[in-house]
């Protein structure tokens, strides 16, 4: 579904600086996959180049065997706003719309029927359990709320890949379980493809798998399992391994 080929990423300036090196990584239809690493590690420049938010210096990416840097900006343009999906740490909900108009804008953007907008709507706020918020203005819900309206508007025109930057970043640990709940039931029961970079391992732990990043390189990659609290050790043990300040990771939450 997706495919990075041999990615690098160099920023010109008085002293040039390389982000990423030689980088490949496939992650496949339906798969939950996290990126970890420590900051300055490339997982920003990695998740900036697959969404096409920055260019690769050189290397390939495939996103259902489509380059999109290939396309023509206007294409380009259309491409991003179809096939892609984006959650932030802070929540980019526009404050003088409704939750509800703010998860429908990118059915607005594409001209799609007021009926199938309103169907599509209902649907997504019952799954997510924010039905009772669509009238309200964002400055009545609370935190986790405002990011579950923001999943939402993601995942609302059906992208076939889902990006998450830090998505749980700005919020407790009870709102940051909603969020990792809600992300994991929307990969499952719409096979949603999802890459989060975090710095959580807990949120980690809801993911397939988890791929580590250090000095813009692949450092080391684990899989789940069976059971989520030992693949949570695992993330643990190779945050450990990876080393750096330890200050750089979420601090663990019970």
Wanted: charged content about 20%; glycine content about 8%; proline content about 3%.
């Amino acid at each position: 579904m997706l495919q990075v080929r041999n990615i690098n990423k160099v920023y010109s300036g008085r002293k040039a600086f390389r982000a990423l090196t030689d980088l490949s990584l496939t992650i496949r239809e339906g798969e939950f996959v996290g990126i970890m690493g420590p900051s300055g590690s490339g997982k920003t420049t990695l998740l900036n180049v697959i969404s096409t938010i920055d260019m690769p210096s050189s290397g390939q990416i495939l996103i259902n065997g489509s380059n999109p840097y290939k396309l023509r900006k206007n294409k380009l343009a259309a491409f991003r706003r179809q096939q892609l999906g984006f959650v932030f740490q802070e929540f980019h909900l526009i404050e003088t719309l409704t939750i509800g108009e703010n998860i429908i804008l990118p059915l607005t953007l594409d001209g799609v029927r007021v009926s199938e907008m309103e169907e599509r709507l209902s649907s997504i706020i019952q799954k997510l359990g924010i039905k009772d918020i669509r009238d309200n203005s964002i400055f009545e819900v609370s935190r986790g709320q405002q990011q579950r309206a923001a999943i939402a508007r993601a995942i609302i025109h059906r992208p076939s890949l889902l990006l998450a930057d830090e998505p749980t970043g700005n919020l407790d640990s009870k709102a940051s379980r909603h969020v990792m709940e809600t992300l994991q039931q929307i990969n499952e029961t719409d096979r949603t493809t999802m890459m989060m970079v975090t710095h959580d391992p807990i949120a980690a732990s809801y993911c397939h798998r988890v791929i580590f990043i250090k000095d813009g390189m692949l450092y080391n990659e684990i899989v789940q399992g069976q059971n989520r609290s030992a693949f949570y050790q695992k993330i643990i043990n190779a945050i450990a391994l990876l080393g750096g300040d330890a200050n750089e990771f979420s601090t663990i939450r019970v």
